[in-house]
């Protein structure tokens, strides 16, 4: 089984750039997808970035396509997401979680998720 743990949420300005952490353990990695979901205050969580286990086939969600990008490296048993020209709306609590094939985008796909990370964008 594999765990997840996300970091380096923040506070930020708007038009910076973070990228989130998304560590995992666990021996089986290599076989797991992962992806981000967000949070916003009062909102449902919504798919951001996903890609397979290899690291290719990105897909991003339409309003982050162009300024995030998700990528991988198995061997250090990491997922991270670059997230260039944040803007207010972006705030949110940020997931990474994890399933076995196939790759999905939908949050009830996934049965393995980290606790978060905040990621707050002022104005």
């Known amino acids: 089984q594999v765990q997840l743990v996300e970091s380096g949420g923040g506070l930020l300005q708007a038009g910076g750039s973070l990228t989130l952490s998304c560590a995992a353990s666990g021996r089986t990695f290599e076989s797991y997808h992962v992806a981000w979901f967000r949070q916003a205050p009062g909102k449902e969580r919504e798919f951001v970035a996903t890609s397979n286990w290899r690291g290719g086939d990105p897909e991003y969600a339409d309003p982050v396509k162009g300024r995030f990008a998700i990528s991988r490296n198995n061997a250090k048993r990491m997922v991270w997401l670059q997230k260039n020209r944040l803007k207010p709306e972006n705030t949110a609590v940020y997931y990474c979680?994890?399933?076995?094939?196939?790759?999905?985008?939908?949050?009830?796909?996934?049965?393995?998720w980290g606790q978060g990370t905040q990621v707050t964008v002022s104005s």
């Open positions: 979680a994890a399933r076995m094939d196939p790759v999905t985008t939908s949050e009830y796909d996934y049965d393995i």
